[in-house]
């Protein structure tokens, strides 16, 4: 089966850097995505991924590595805004979304 | 440009009661989704279209059916509402993703519905 795993909740202090890791498990890989969710509210994108490597976006950078079916987000200088669920989501070999549950990140002042 | 817009916002319903959910997109994108999201787990696809005129299962399609309208316009019914089918809707749109593109979905603010 496909399979995306994530940590459920992460708590961090503001002005901190935090990492969210992402694995997969799927039939095919066309491409990886990060979206941010507050609570309440729609996914918003947030990076995509295709190749091995880091992806910089201001305080936002994404990595993955294919062969390791892994992924990660790295958030710096944490805001409270901050404060969301982060999805992470696999495109597989037939372009479908494959969704992981999502993890909740606290900020702490 | 409202990107891709959801009515109603809340709905309560009875079990056995119909509903449609309605989805519009001012992107011009070809593709439509609608996902359901419960707590603890991932979106998961109800059906999704390709284009004007089609439609297609995803994870998730028993219980509901969809139309899509015209390019703009993609609508979710649930015929006999269930105590399951309580869960946020939402509705998402892109453009074609078989050209190997980014091909990122964009989504509507939601439907929380709750059966009773």
């Known amino acids: 089966g496909q399979n995306i795993d994530q940590p459920t909740e992460m708590t961090a202090t503001e002005g901190a850097i935090v990492q969210i890791n992402c694995t997969y498990q799927?039939?095919?890989?066309?491409?990886l995505f990060w979206y941010q969710q507050h609570a309440g509210e729609a996914p918003t994108f947030l990076s995509y991924n295709v190749l091995d490597g880091l992806e910089e976006k201001g305080r936002f950078s994404s990595f993955l590595s294919r062969s390791k079916g892994y992924s990660y987000l790295l958030l710096k200088e944490l805001q409270m805004k901050d404060s969301a669920s982060y999805l992470c989501a696999v495109r597989d070999s037939n372009y479908q979304l494959i969704w992981g549950a999502g993890t909740k990140l606290i900020i702490k002042p | 440009n409202a990107g891709v817009t959801q009515t109603p916002k809340f709905q309560v319903l009875k079990t056995g009661q119909s509903m449609t959910l309605l989805c519009a997109q001012d992107m011009n994108h070809e593709y439509m989704y609608w996902y359901r999201q419960d707590p603890g787990m991932g979106l998961r696809l109800i059906h999704y279209s390709v284009g004007e005129g089609t439609t297609a299962k995803g994870e998730v399609p028993d219980g509901y059916n969809v139309s899509r309208l015209n390019k703009r316009e993609f609508s979710l019914r649930l015929e006999s509402a269930a105590p399951s089918q309580t869960s946020v809707y939402f509705c998402?749109?892109?453009?074609?993703?078989?050209?190997?593109?980014?091909?990122?979905?964009?989504f509507g603010p939601g439907t929380r519905l709750t059966v009773l």
């Open positions: 799927t039939s095919g890989f066309n491409g």
């Open positions: 998402a749109s892109s453009d074609s993703v078989s050209g190997g593109g980014q091909d990122t979905q964009y």
